[in-house]
């Protein structure tokens, strides 16, 4: 088995080699359609990589608790002054660890325990952080949670969009003290500027959760919540294609609040390595390239939702208008769920989650929804044409997943396919 060209300092540990080079088999000769993941580029990989990570540098540039910082002030302005300009914010934070963390920062520096927000249900979209009631969120905060419109069978206006007229009705009745926009599992357009209205009506806070879209936006492709929301947090390595983590962007009045709730109010020792990492990449999405790859990702969900409907897949919301298609299972086939769906569609070479879809009967764990993306893929060079192919794969996968043989021909056709679009000769070659 080949191992990845990153890999070779990593010497006299067998086990941890092979486990490497299994996984970048598993990479390069399966997939990758799981909406929040995308293959990071190698100079993102070596930042992750270097010698940043030895250094203590509890603090902020400036301001650390320990000597030896000069060097590493200097890369962390230099992420956050790349980031401020790339959304045109005021000011930056590079420091959460992750999503998650960024999220929990923001309540903790602009909200006091108990306070209300309103957000996305999990099940309608929203994320674990958006008040679920097995996250820590929801036992530090009151959360009310707005949904979809219902489901319609009008092609012109097939619902599931975020319900407005529920948003404002629930702001005017629980006056929360933020309004937070943003979903995990949505593929629409979220228009900031109807949210920015209901908060001013109400007086509360707008926090844009822009996670999965951070990407699309930075390239122009979906518009930029900064001018709109007071705060806006986001990963780093979903359609953005950093390295894993997350960042906050803020108006100058929230600076210092969204500064200490991070450190030392969430963290210790920020990663300097990730975050050079994420200065690569925000870099990297300045690049008029970046918005020739964004407005492919969304062509490119789009031809593989409309193949996928061909195929019998209900688009949840007929459609999509970014990097996922949330696929309703039930019409394909009744019996099959999310659950087996994505074992099923593992087996056949082709990674993708299970997802709960609006008013689902079946629990978070077996859902009777499927989530696909087109980040990673595109990041590998195919476009639409490629995308119909493995709707086609994965509706023959799906329908014949009783036989064996059928599934490994889907398999072979699925490698042959990746033989041709490895990410890192598509790199190589930018
Ligand atoms: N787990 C991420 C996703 O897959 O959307 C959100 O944090």
Known sequence: MTSSPFDAWIRNDDELTSLLAQEWHRQTTTLQLIASENFASPAVLAATGSILTNKYAEGYPGRRYYGGNQVVDEVEDLARRRLTALFGADHA?????????????VYQALLEPGDTILAMRLDQGG???????????????NFVSYGVTPRSDDPANPGELIDFDNVRELALQHRPKMILAGATAYS?????????????????LLMFDSAHVAG?????????????????????HKTLRGPRGGAIVCREEHAKKIDSAVFPGQQGGPLEHAIAAKAVSFKEAAQPSFATYTDQIVANAQAFGAALAKEGFRNVSGGTENHMVLLDLREFDAELTGKVAQEVLDRAGITTNRNTIPDDPRSPFITSGLRV??????????????????????????RHREDDAIVAEVRADVAEMC???NPYANFTKQ
Do not use: C
């Open 93 to 105: 934070n590079v420091q959460p660890h992750s999503g998650a963390n960024a999220n929990v920062a």
């Open 127 to 141: 994320h674990l952080t958006h008040g679920s009631p097995a996250s820590i969120t929801s036992k530090w905060w």
């Open 188 to 204: 629409r357009l979220i228009e900031p500027a109807p949210f920015r209205e209901i908060a001013d009506e109400i007086g509360a």
């Open 216 to 236: 699309l936006i930075a390239g122009g492709s979906h518009p930029n919540p900064v001018p709109y929301a007071d705060v806006v947090a986001f990963t780093t």
């Open 373 to 398: 993306g087109s980040a990673a893929q595109t990041t590998a060079g195919m476009k639409e044409g490629e995308f119909e192919t493995i709707a086609a794969l994965i509706s023959r996968a799906l």
């Open 419 to 421: 033989e041709s679009f």
